[in-house]
């Protein structure tokens, strides 16, 4: 406990999912009045601190953003990067593209980097859907696109039957980020 202490106010929190995560709720219970409060960016901090951060952890599980692994080693300056990037998307429509070797934390990263309630709040408001591609067959791509669609076309009246070919999911797609996603 010392040591969490002795880190940011994330550790105390993470370390709380955890015990939760694991089925030790009856400890979790124990620490739960001294969880911080997350800042809201405009000075203020929310004591509903569980509820906002809750309906946070929310957004990212409905996006499909990876959970932290139980080992995770922070590499700031790298999150920090992609944080930069992810914030030019807001002025400057685009991709982030993230590459690297196998194995050597572009998921872990990247996926930190959307743990920034304020990242969020400012540049992402209606939340972010997140795709592992990787290599796929024709097949397995042809699924993730018509998941996609499906994801985002969920309370939008162009909801359609799936896209029948990838082709026709890059279409579909291509209006969904025109007409409904333009940031």
């Keep these: 406990i010392n ?4 880190k940011d106010n994330n550790s105390y929190r993470s370390f709380y999912n955890a015990l939760l995560h694991e089925g030790y709720s009856d400890l979790a219970a124990l620490l739960q009045d001294g969880i911080p409060a997350i800042s809201s960016g405009n000075g203020k901090s929310s004591m509903d601190g569980m509820t906002s951060y809750g309906q946070f952890k929310t957004i990212l599980c409905e996006g499909g953003v990876p959970q932290r692994p139980v080992v995770f080693v922070t590499r700031p300056k790298l999150v920090d990067a ?3 990037k992810l914030c030019c998307l807001g002025s400057d429509p685009g991709w982030v593209t993230v590459y690297g070797m196998a194995g050597c934390g572009k998921t872990v990263l ?3 980097a959307l743990r920034d309630h304020q990242l969020l709040e400012d540049y992402f408001p209606g939340g972010v859907h997140w795709i592992s591609v990787g290599k796929q067959d024709k097949a397995g ?3 993730k696109l018509q998941n996609l669609c499906s994801r985002l076309e969920h309370d939008s009246a162009l909801s359609q039957r799936p896209p029948l070919n990838i082709e026709e999911a890059k279409d579909r797609l291509r209006l969904l980020m025109l007409r409904k996603y333009p940031r």
Excluded: D, P, S
């Design 141 to 143: 791509l042809l699924i």
């Design 82 to 84: 992609i944080k930069q």
């Design 3 to 6: 040591i969490i202490l002795g």
């Design 110 to 112: 990247t996926a930190e």
